[in-house]
């Protein structure tokens, strides 16, 4: 490695189609699905640990998140001095961001950048999708089939799909026959797309919208964003990364707890203190910008009258920002607390409607009723465009599983078992079958506790790992608790797979808290894997070097 470590433009370096030589019929130690920061982190450990993986990834290149969404404006809302991996000191100091929050070129330069330096690309297969994956109970092992002919068996197989790597398009009426050009924000092209003086509408104003609207309107001739649902967004601030801001956080890192939870909260009621002490806390935070205005006080996600005046100080902000009235008030989320859905975080976003070319469309009161070939029809008229672009999500955190036909045992398939909402225990394995962070974190902790159990395997001569379905209902109603102590259930997002018509109504996201999730998955670990059924290797022997990692 030389220089500080960046390379420019981000794309990979292995040849389109993947690995030479490793195509067909195969046998590996672990089959990993999914080349993204969880992907290639877990290529990483297992590697340490003297075991054969494979990675099958259905994108040209390593990345993931990062790799798909191109979209104007896309940067990550973590601080990047904190969106970066901490598992290796030498990586952590010779990298460095160019802005306090890095735009997706050079996080996927990053990504491509761990991927060489580790040497990881020569067990990542790329341009292959992961199409089915059947557990034989014969020989214990996982069958890995994809969509270009591949078999693989492998004993273990890890899904490192990511939460939000499926893409979805909404099922409006009509939307096949629109003569236009059509995109999504998660399936950006690659060449970029000039929308320079064309007529282009936007649907949806979650993360991706907020951070794509300012920089489409800078460019497009005219600009129609159709917002169902208001979001409340934070400034983020961004600026140039400079030695005196980056010095201290490298400095730091070493003492640094990614997962503390309470890192950075003011550790006081927002009931607590008096009307103008609330005032100047928000001012403060809504001036420094990014996430961090959630942790203005410490009950923001718990206590409604907390909350109340959270979201009380950010729709003044946008009455504030936005000259038209009527607008501003469009633009007010008023229906859920600040923070039940993901906290949104913009370069201009409020202000991008003061605009001559941006209107924005109140789905609430006129919605879409059918896509047509010009353009998009409400209940108050037809718009015509030369573009649309669906900022409408992702199918989050199951959508990606439920895509592949996985099949344990007796058969049984995982979409068929998660038909009424997924199951699992730590949300990491299921029964049958085996985020709200900074989710760099959690993926590291994620793979280092997968590793773990599979050396632990390894060294006890064990072939399979499997939670109780008694474990599983306690883990379900765990973090269902955990989510009621909040009020993360008072919106309609997609941690309730509400974004997607149909979906179980469930909490999916574990809101204990990075610590302490850590916690109990290290006290279930260390209590001889609890809640797991261990099954012994027909040959078993125990194997010391792998105890050893
Ligand atoms: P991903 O990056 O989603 O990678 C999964 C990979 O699996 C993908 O490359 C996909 O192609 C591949 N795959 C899926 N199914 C198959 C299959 N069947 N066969 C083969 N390959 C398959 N998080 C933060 O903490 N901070 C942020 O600022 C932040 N910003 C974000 C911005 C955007 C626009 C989005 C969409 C998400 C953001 N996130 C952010 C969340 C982000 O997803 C995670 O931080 C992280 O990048 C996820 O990494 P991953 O490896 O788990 O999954
Ligand atoms: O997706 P979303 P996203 N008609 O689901 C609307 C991460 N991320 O891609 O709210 C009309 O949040 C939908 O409306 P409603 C981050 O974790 C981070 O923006 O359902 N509208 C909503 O407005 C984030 O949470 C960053 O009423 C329709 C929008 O589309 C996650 O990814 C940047 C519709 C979808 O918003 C997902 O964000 C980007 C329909 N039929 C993403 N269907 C950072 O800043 C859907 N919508 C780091």
Redo the contacts with the bound molecule.
Sequence with gaps: MSGNGRRQGGEPHAPAGGIEGQKGDGRCDVVIVGAGFGGIYLLHRLRALGMTARVFEAATGVGGTWYW?RYPG?????ESMQYSFSFSKELQQEWSWSERFAAQPEILAYANHVADRFDLRRDIQLETRVTAATFDEGTQRWHVTTDRGDSVSAQYCVMATGC?STA?L???KGRESFEGATYH??YWPHDGVDLSGLRVAV?????????AIPVIAAQAGTLTV????P?YSIPSRNCAMTPDYEGPWKAAYDIYDATDSNYGVNDVSAMDVSPQERERVYEQRWATGGTSFMAAFNDLITNQASNDTASDFVRSKIRAIVKDPATAEILCPKDYPIGT??I??DTNYFEAYNRPNVKLID?KATP?TEITPKGVRTTAGEFEFDAIV?????D?MTGALTNVDIRGRDGIQLREKWHGGPQTYLGLMTAGLS?LSNMIVSIEQHVDWTVDAIAYMRANGLATIEPTADAEIRWGQHVNEAGERTLYTKA???YMG??IPGKPRVFMPYIGGVGVYRQECDAVAANGYEGFVLTARSDAHACPAAAAE
């Design positions: 969404n896309a940067r990550c809302d973590v939000l979805r909404p099922d409006i924000t998660g649907i949806g104003t979650g993360s991706s919208a907020i951070q159709f917002q169902r649902t979001n859905k993901r949104c975080v789905l879409i669906y900022a409408t999500g992702f989050a985020v309609a997002s997609w509400a974004n």
